[in-house]
């Protein structure tokens, strides 16, 4: 561990929170002396001590330790970018346009790598006129099932949640051009291509 690094981050995130040290100090019960001793470098946080200070950072303790926050290039949210992650542990969905560091139940998460379409994930869009019907026939059992279906288009992401026990189907609006991913509890994310 860089203490100089982690210091420095320490600091940075302090200011941003608009907090002095002491206010730092008070709300971990601790010295605000130890609070300059460490944006100064001259040691590091206790293990014992990272959890609450982080919350109070408001960032993960990874990149405390690592002393280096890594921000990335803005690059306008990019919908062809999309990317999807599911928690195995609680059926979480979350979504990002870009690479990101995400985690979920104390495990991180990779993002789901798109399969497409085989005999056992078929997905079927009928057209009702102003939206379309969407249905996968797929087992809906508590231990096997579609978790999410979503709609990318252009400037939009539409999620629905599915649920054990119930039906694979929902409506989306009607658009010009999009695609739709169905993730499987097993075998993971289907795409197809709506024209």
Not at 85 to 96: D, E, L, M, Q, R
Not at 147 to 164: N, Q
Not at 170 to 183: H, M
Request: with cysteine; charged share 30%.
């Amino acid at each position: 561990m860089d203490c100089k690094k982690i210091g420095s981050l320490i600091s940075t995130l302090r200011k941003e929170e608009g907090m002095t040290q002491k206010e730092i100090a008070d709300k971990m019960n601790i010295s605000d002396k130890t609070i300059s001793k460490w944006e100064r470098g001259l040691g590091c946080p206790d293990i014992a001590l990272l959890n609450e200070l982080s919350d109070i950072l408001g960032v993960n303790i990874e990149k405390i330790l690592h002393g280096d926050l890594e921000e990335k290039n803005n690059d306008g949210g990019n919908m062809k970018k999309i990317k999807f992650y599911a928690c195995k542990s609680c059926g979480n969905v979350i979504t990002s346009t870009s690479e990101v560091d995400i985690s979920c139940c104390g495990r991180r998460l990779d993002h789901l790598v798109e399969m497409p379409e085989d005999e056992s994930h078929t997905i079927i869009v009928d057209d009702t006129g102003n939206e379309y019907y969407v249905k996968i026939n797929h087992p809906m059992t508590k231990s096997h099932y579609i978790s999410f279906v979503t709609f990318v288009g252009y400037d939009k992401a539409l999620i629905t949640k599915l649920y054990p026990e119930q039906n694979a189907e929902l409506y989306i609006p009607k658009v010009q051009r999009g695609k739709i991913f169905a993730y499987c509890s097993e075998h993971g994310l289907v795409k197809k291509d709506l024209r």
